[in-house]
């Protein structure tokens, strides 16, 4: 179930946000990201609509999920 995220206290949702960054891994690209900036930028992504927040009511957790991920038929394809 897709969970709006407007519907989050924003204190949850800034942990929620934080604890996916964590569990996300390292990134091991040229430039060093700060945990904060991860943060930001999934932040960014939910306001886009380009991820989603989902609670899985079989295993009864919360995740963040790209909507190509979560569905990938919820994706535009431009194929200019």
């Known amino acids: 179930m897709i969970i709006p995220w407007q519907d989050i206290a924003p204190d949850t949702l800034e942990n929620l946000i934080s604890e996916f960054v964590l569990r996300e891994g390292t990134d091991y690209g040229e430039v060093e990201i700060s945990?904060?900036?991860?943060?930001?930028?999934i932040k960014v992504l939910l306001k886009n609509?380009?991820?989603?927040?989902?609670?899985?009511?079989?295993h009864e957790?919360?995740?963040?999920?790209?909507?190509a991920r979560f569905n990938p038929n919820l994706t535009n394809h431009n194929y200019d």
């Open 49 to 58: 609509g380009e991820a989603m927040v989902v609670f899985s009511e079989l």
């Open 35 to 41: 945990h904060q900036e991860k943060v930001d930028q």
């Open 61 to 67: 957790t919360v995740d963040i999920q790209t909507k």
